[in-house]
């Protein structure tokens, strides 16, 4: 049975089983980023979740449910620290490292869910739905798209409609056909609850040069900033990518079959320990013969991300 971990629907209060991230997926996941099609990098991604966490199929899971997704992923089998690297308007350079844990916890908090009751529609809404995901690729702000995108079912006289089940043209259909008194009360419900996370910041990147606010991202999870913290979550260079892999191959003598099939996190432990053994080795030699050189065909490097 493989090892799994748990993360946080926000949008459900709920806990769902995730499989760990191998080595070949996240190779995966970094190239779909140089893609220059968002639309395939999404469903790249979203594919990728799909295997990790079959349950969600059956889930309209959302904005904030996929980040929560991506950033228990990442925590334990990548790294628990997300590095950036920033350049500020005097092209000064400095770096800022954050807990991903903190963000984890910090999505945690973000609750979109309502309910409204207008005579006699009954409305549940939480957020923008991952399926949904590439309609806001051209930044779309129709109001239709995003009411079809945010709401959960309605409910009207005893008849009640699962979003869930619909298409996004049926969404559409059916919001397009409410009285325009209850599709506005809806979405200034949206717009309410999107203000309130405006105002919180879920990243805050501060330049330690000069103390001023270089990045901030708040708690409101748009499509723009979801993209966002998903390239600052599994952007990487792709050489190092593919040293890393090629060095464990050659030098540690890892089969590329089972590099993978192990998480990133425990590729680099496992190099961790191929370089304590080499310098033990080359600790010895040096003891026995004084002054030889070292040994060749063994990098001193870093395993390469």
């Known amino acids: 049975m493989p090892f799994t971990l748990n993360a946080y629907l926000p949008s459900l209060k709920q806990e769902i089983p995730v499989k760990e991230l191998y080595y070949k997926q996240y190779r995966d996941l970094v190239k779909s980023l140089y893609n220059v099609n968002k639309k395939d990098t999404i469903q790249q991604y979203n594919s990728i979740l799909l295997d990790l966490c079959p349950d969600i199929k ?120 409410l009285p325009y008194s209850i599709s506005d009360r809806i979405y200034q419900a949206i717009l309410d609850l999107e203000d309130y996370y405006q105002n919180q910041d879920f990243l805050n990147v501060v330049n330690p040069i000069n103390n001023e606010v270089a990045l901030k991202i708040s708690k409101n999870i748009t499509f723009e900033t979801l993209q966002k913290m998903v390239e600052f979550l599994f952007t990487e260079d792709l050489g190092n990518i593919y040293r890393a892999f090629y060095n464990i191959v050659t030098y540690a003598k890892f089969s590329p079959e089972y590099v993978d099939t192990i998480t990133p996190v425990e590729m680099q432990v496992y190099w961790m320990y191929f370089m304590q053994d080499q310098s033990e080795k080359e600790a010895n030699r040096s003891e026995t013969r004084p002054g030889a050189a070292l040994p060749t065909g063994v990098p001193n490097t870093e395993l390469g991300f």
């Open 58 to 177: 059956d889930k309209d899971i959302t904005f904030e449910d996929k980040l929560s997704l991506l950033l228990t992923i990442r925590n334990f089998c990548v790294s628990p620290d997300l590095k950036l690297k920033g350049t500020d308007s005097n092209n000064n350079t400095f770096n800022y490292t954050a807990s991903v844990d903190s963000l984890i916890q910090a999505i945690r908090t973000v609750e979109k869910s309502f309910t409204l009751e207008i005579n006699n529609v009954i409305v549940n809404a939480s957020s923008y739905k991952m399926r949904d995901e590439y309609v806001f690729l051209g930044n779309n702000k129709d109001i239709t798209v995003i009411l079809a995108s945010n709401i959960d079912n309605i409910k009207i006289d005893n008849v009640m409609v699962e979003f869930k089940d619909l298409s996004l043209n049926e969404r559409i259909k059916i919001v397009s056909s």
